[in-house]
């Protein structure tokens, strides 16, 4: 991470400049300094304290020792607790949270929002996404917000809707696609929005990998408490696992395609190797082709299944050339006959997302990715949409669907029982 320090400050200097919130900043800026006649101290909280909520809170403090984390909520003690005391550990000076401060309860997003910060971070299941982005937009709180952002169409259009009260407001709005602060990722789409590689005709993602985490069920739980408990694996909470990890990889696509929105979308879809009852009802391999304008096309492939082999990568052709994204290795691109690597700086892009986002409330130049990361999620879930129904679906019946999954809301409580769908059955399954 020193390194990584370094290499950032010695690519500002070479440049003179650092580009912030779409504001370009003078060399020597410090988001840590502040702003005159802007507030010196910012409060943050955290809702949602499992592993991502935590890593983010940290990188959140790290990315301004003028922010303090004043309150958190969520719906187990056990992980508030865990979190607290990792965080205290990580950064003790700028975790400011006392006893009265820490709440417990599916009301805990309120708690906190009415506590006094000025920033939330929301990293809560994607279920919760959308009514706790409105509840925080509405009370004038800048915003983290993990993505996806929602499980479905409703919850993507209640997150537009906030996001445009946001941009009203004046309200800053980052997103949790990382990969958009990445330094190697950014420099390849400069070249790539250059036209280096001439008209972008297709875009391939592949992501497969193994099995996940899952948590035993335990006789004090009620079911409401065992499905929170292992989120990932029922769609009405996750959104199944294309929109709650593989969107990373589509959002990729919707960059190279400058986040034009497709026309129609096919998918197939199954799962072949995570078959018991206690992996819910999502599936564990999707294939969705999707269709844009001027017969563009982009692909996405990916499975979850333990003993295969794995990949993570992102292939985009032009007419002159063709650039490749291999998650975790360094970015290229072949332009004519010349190959181009990159060799700059790197960086941590969990960090930098924060660092921008400070800069951005500190300037008073808000920046708002709203749009950007409904729109990115919805090509996940339009694909989830077609696979679990085995039809061809075009954007705007997707977004027109009221297929709600799960409850509302206002109807959440640990007695709760959520009716959880059997597994979708392409040709039967209705998704839209």
């Known amino acids: 991470m020193e390194q990584n320090n370094k290499n950032r400050r010695s690519f500002l200097k070479s440049t003179g400049t650092a580009i912030v919130a779409g504001t370009v900043l003078p060399f020597g800026f410090n988001i840590r300094d502040g702003f005159a006649g802007q507030k010196a101290k910012l409060k943050v909280g955290l809702i949602g304290c499992g592993g991502r909520g935590t890593g983010a809170a940290a990188q959140a403090l790290k990315a301004d020792k003028d922010a303090e984390l004043t309150a958190m909520g969520d719906i187990f003690s056990d992980y508030l607790e865990e979190s607290y005391q990792s965080l205290k550990k990580i950064n003790p000076e700028q975790v400011k949270v006392d006893e009265a401060h820490k709440f417990i309860g599916f009301d805990a997003i309120q708690q906190v929002i009415d506590s006094g910060v000025d920033v939330v971070i929301l990293t809560t299941p994607p279920a919760f996404r959308p009514s706790h982005f409105k509840a925080a937009v509405e009370a004038g709180k800048h915003v983290f917000c993990e993505k996806p952002v929602a499980v479905d169409a409703p919850g993507v259009r209640s997150v537009l809707e906030s996001a445009r009260m946001a941009k009203e407001k004046g309200l800053s709005v980052v997103s949790g696609f990382t990969f958009r602060y990445d330094f190697p990722k950014r420099a390849i789409f400069e070249r790539i929005k250059g036209g280096e590689i001439g008209e972008i005709t297709d875009v391939f993602t592949a992501r497969n990998g193994g099995g996940l985490w899952y948590k035993e069920r335990q006789d004090s739980w009620t079911e409401m408490e065992y499905q929170l408990r292992n989120w990932y694996y029922y769609d009405w909470l996750s959104g199944d696992y294309i929109v709650e990890m593989m969107v990373h990889s589509l959002d990729l696509m919707s960059w190279a395609f400058g986040d034009r929105l497709p026309i129609q979308v096919t998918a197939t879809g199954g799962r072949q190797a995570r078959t018991e009852e206690k992996w819910g009802n999502i599936y564990d391999h999707f294939a969705v082709e999707y269709e844009y304008e001027n017969n563009l096309k982009g692909v996405h492939f990916s499975r979850q299944q333990k003993g295969c082999s794995n990949t993570n990568k992102v292939n985009i052709t032009g007419t002159e050339g063709f ?97 959880v769908p059997q597994v979708a059955i392409p040709g039967i399954t209705k998704a839209v």
């Open 323 to 419: 650039a490749t994204i291999d998650v975790g290795k360094r970015v290229h691109a072949t332009m004519g006959s010349e190959r181009w690597d990159y060799d700059g700086p790197s960086n941590n892009p969990y960090e930098t997302q924060h660092e921008e986002l400070f800069a951005s409330i500190r300037s008073g130049e808000a920046m708002n990715e709203g749009e950007l990361m409904a729109n990115s999620t919805m090509l996940a879930i339009i694909g989830r949409m077609a696979g679990y129904s085995g039809q061809t679906i075009t954007w705007e019946e997707a977004m027109k669907s009221e297929v709600k999954l799960g409850p509302a809301a206002a109807d959440y409580r640990w007695d709760l029982v959520v009716d």
